[in-house]
């Protein structure tokens, strides 16, 4: 599967911001999907996930109470809504899929789709 995020742009503190991730050359309904980030300097963090039949969701602490994932899987597209944007949440935003949530979170995937640029100002 190849995946293409999009959506990343400047938002201020307290702000929303929603990522697009679209899917092609295989359904998402067969992968669990994911987000992570990468601020400069810093190693790759994961964000958030949801299983490979969507429904529960598991957000890292840092983002619980503000991001949430959904998938649209007759558009074969993956979404991350982010509310109360802090400028800590600033950082390359990445989709991934995976065979499991436990495989995501470990940071491991079976597709990485390219980065977008999410900066947040204080």
Not at 22 to 35: F, K, L, N
Not at 102 to 110: E, K, P, Q, T, V
Request: hydrophobic fraction near 35%; aromatic fraction near 8%.
């Amino acid at each position: 599967v190849q995946l293409q995020a999009s959506g990343g742009g400047l938002v201020q503190a307290g702000g929303a911001l929603r990522l697009s991730c679209a899917a092609s050359g295989r359904s998402i309904s067969s992968y669990a999907m994911g987000w992570f980030r990468q601020a400069p300097g810093k190693e790759r963090e994961f964000v958030i996930a949801d299983a490979w039949g969507g429904g529960k969701t598991y957000p890292a602490d840092s983002v619980k109470g503000r991001f949430t994932i959904s998938r649209d899987n007759a558009k074969n597209t993956v979404y991350l809504q982010m509310n109360s944007l802090k400028p800590e949440d600033t950082a390359v935003y990445h989709c991934a899929a995976g065979n499991s949530v436990h495989r995501l979170r470990g940071g491991s995937a079976a597709s990485w789709g390219q980065g977008t640029l999410v900066t947040v100002s204080s």
